[in-house]
């Protein structure tokens, strides 16, 4: 099992930009497809962002031309570049990742880290 630690949320103002980053413990990450996730309060946790194990991305529409997802295998690191914040961007992003792209679209997973907080004011 995967151990993930997020870092790099924090407080930004709209039209502004962070970049997440997820460190994931396991030997055998470069062959794990990845997503960015995240969750308001009362708002059930969405995918943002996939990365497959050979570097094909997908994004939801909201995020669509705004963020970036990108991943270095060789240092067990997933990025998420994100530009021209807006307020509904608030939540706390998760990473996690399967060797199948199914379970990514899912977001079926048994654990999650601790997330790191995104707060966008207006």
């Known amino acids: 099992q995967a151990q993930l630690v997020e870092s790099g949320g924090d407080l930004a103002q709209a039209g502004g930009s962070l970049r997440l980053s997820c460190l994931v413990s396991q030997n055998n990450f470069n062959v794990n497809a990845m997503g960015w996730y995240r969750q308001a309060p009362g708002k059930q946790r969405e995918l943002v962002a996939a990365?497959?194990?050979?570097?094909?991305?997908a994004y939801a529409d909201s995020v669509k031309g705004r963020f970036t997802i990108s991943r270095d295998n060789s240092k067990n690191m997933v990025y998420l570049q994100m530009n021209d914040l807006k307020p509904e961007d608030t939540a706390v992003y998760y990473c996690n990742g399967d060797r199948l792209l199914a379970t990514i679209h899912k977001g079926d997973f048994a654990s999650w880290g601790q997330g790191t907080q995104v707060t966008v004011s207006s």
């Open positions: 990365i497959t194990s050979g570097g094909a991305t």
